[in-house]
């Protein structure tokens, strides 16, 4: 049968490969077993041919990677719950890490994760969103590609250096604004985000990947780190979720999943996510499971997810919860409400008498109609329950089938270095500084000959006429007017300056131009 063995109940429980891609929920306080579950899923996944995608918060999930120790009680619980083939074995996992660190680095780049996330990653305010986006805009006009952070900063040192011209044509920007942004850049610096943008970008199709054996790939993403900084690993799967519901084709329902997504601790996912971005990911939920995606939260309530999104998850595994406070107990009543009522259950009731290992399960049969509610014993996983040793995890890294493809950075060229060769020709081209300065001194001397000669040959008609009716003391006054004396200048000197200015600076200012068009005007997209 093309099903996956959840657990026992009165009869065994399973979920229909035909109904995994309409998402999921794994929920319970900490310490009820809902990290087995989630290993014990992705385990069946992977022997079904399905790739996974699982955020390792904790650090715990990394067992998969290993073969479990053979238990009396994990036997005793397998032949109870009817596991004929149970055994242990590891499975077929690749080790991803945004730093690059516990796993192959996993990157994007600046124009793909996008303005709008990009402004959540950093913080920014509606204000500082908007210049955002005319930074974007303004690398697109210019054919300027933004890959890492370096060319990020460079661009907004590029719209620093010319805010008058670009609030003119994109929009007011202010210099708090600008500066702010910078600030919040350099900070996403320090938390890692220098190691998350760049190349190579991740290609979708290594996270669907099957091994020789026809076994699902489990891709496992060290997210102990990430997670101190959670604006970045929700900005993170909100990306990754884009990308895939933008570039999977149409499947309608598949017979099982192409790929199955568990985000474990989803509640970050939604803190602090403005409305525009939650009405995204509502619609990302509602369409992906049509390009064959399914995706299981992972988290301690049921109502850490939105309602609107908490209602598309059809397969739900629901761990005990203690109703200690107002909290707890209006989260046992959120989960009782959740679940197709069995007439022999008080599901509200149950969910607090849970035992480790047990769960509240009801999954979607044919359909797509949920099953009642049973309270089941979870099948146990195979692997180890636990994390493995940072040695054994080198080891399952040096075997991985795409290490050689991202372990090495590239940089190629983008807008950091186009930007600084621009600032570089202009500063030390010697023709361009050269034919300024001449087109500057030619006009300034030509206009200061003319005025200079105009005004003498006025002068000197003037007091010509007025030699035969004037004293020798007028005539010595007109010309300290016209052309000064050792403590003033006079107005032939002024009128020549000012000419000399306006000619020289309009003038110079259309050559140099035609000079950098010359140079910079053959640039294009890379």
């Not at 919040?184 to 199709?205: I, W």
């Amino acid at each position: 049968m093309n099903t996956l063995l959840i657990g026992k109940g009165e009869q065994q429980v399973h979920l229909n490969l035909k109904y995994a891609n309409r998402h999921g929920l794994i929920a319970g306080a900490t310490g009820t077993g809902k990290t087995v579950s989630l290993m014990s899923l992705a385990e069946g996944f992977s022997r079904q041919g399905v790739p996974i995608f699982i955020t390792d918060v904790k650090g715990d999930i990394s067992g998969l990677a290993m073969a479990g120790t053979p238990n009396e009680k994990l036997l005793q619980r397998a032949a109870q719950i009817g596991i004929e083939d149970y055994h242990n074995e590891a499975n077929p996992v690749v080790l991803w890490d945004l730093a690059g660190v516990q796993g192959h680095p996993l990157r994007t780049t600046i124009s793909e994760i996008g303005p709008t996330l990009l402004s959540r990653i950093l913080e920014l305010n509606d204000t500082q969103s908007g210049i955002l986006d005319i930074v974007f805009q303004l690398a697109d006009d210019q054919g300027l590609l933004l890959l890492d952070l370096d060319d990020l900063r460079a661009m907004l040192a590029l719209v620093a250096e010319e805010r008058k011209e670009v609030s003119a044509k994109y929009g007011l920007i202010s210099a708090q604004s600008l500066a702010a942004i910078q600030r919040s850049v350099l900070g996403l610096e320090r938390d890692g985000g220098k190691d998350f943008f760049g190349e190579p970008a991740l290609q979708l199709e290594d996270l669907m990947r099957t091994n020789l054996q026809g076994r699902g790939i489990i891709n496992l993403l060290a997210a102990n780190k990430l997670i101190l900084t959670p604006r970045l690993y929700s900005s993170f799967l909100l990306w990754l979720l884009s990308e895939l519901f933008e570039n999977l084709p149409e499947v309608g329902d598949p017979e099982k999943p192409k790929l199955v997504f568990f985000i474990d601790e989803a509640h970050l996912l939604f803190e602090g996510c403005p409305p525009s971005l939650l009405k995204r990911v509502e619609q990302i939920m509602r369409l992906i499971r049509s390009k064959g995606v399914g995706v299981y939260f992972c988290s301690q309530f049921p109502d850490d997810v939105p309602g609107e999104i908490l209602g598309q998850l059809g397969n739900r595994v629901q761990h005990a919860l203690r109703a200690y406070t107002p909290r707890d107990q209006k989260a046992v009543k959120t989960a009782a409400e959740t679940f197709m009522p069995n007439p022999k259950l008080v599901v509200s009731e149950v969910i607090s008498q849970l035992g480790v290992g047990e769960a509240l399960v009801s999954m979607l049969a044919e359909k797509g109609v949920p099953t009642m509610v049973e309270c089941a014993l979870i099948a146990p996983p195979r692997c180890r329950m636990g994390p493995a040793t940072s040695e054994e995890l080198h080891q399952v890294r040096a075997q991985s089938p795409i290490g050689g493809k991202y372990d090495h950075s590239i940089n190629r060229e983008s807008a950091y270095e186009l930007l600084n060769q621009r600032r570089t020709g202009v500063a030390t081209s010697n023709p361009t500084s050269t034919a300024s300065d001449t087109a500057s001194d030619t006009a300034s001397d030509t206009a200061s000959d003319t005025a200079s000669d105009t005004a003498s040959d006025t002068a000197s008609d003037t007091a010509n006429d007025g030699q035969t009716g004037q004293k020798a003391e007028e005539q010595g006054w007109f010309s300290e007017l016209i052309f000064g004396n050792k403590r003033r200048q006079g107005l032939a000197e002024t009128l020549s300056k000012q000419a000399a200015r306006t000619v020289g600076s309009q003038l110079g200012k259309q050559i140099l131009r035609g000079i950098l068009g010359g140079m910079l005007g053959k640039s294009s997209r890379r």
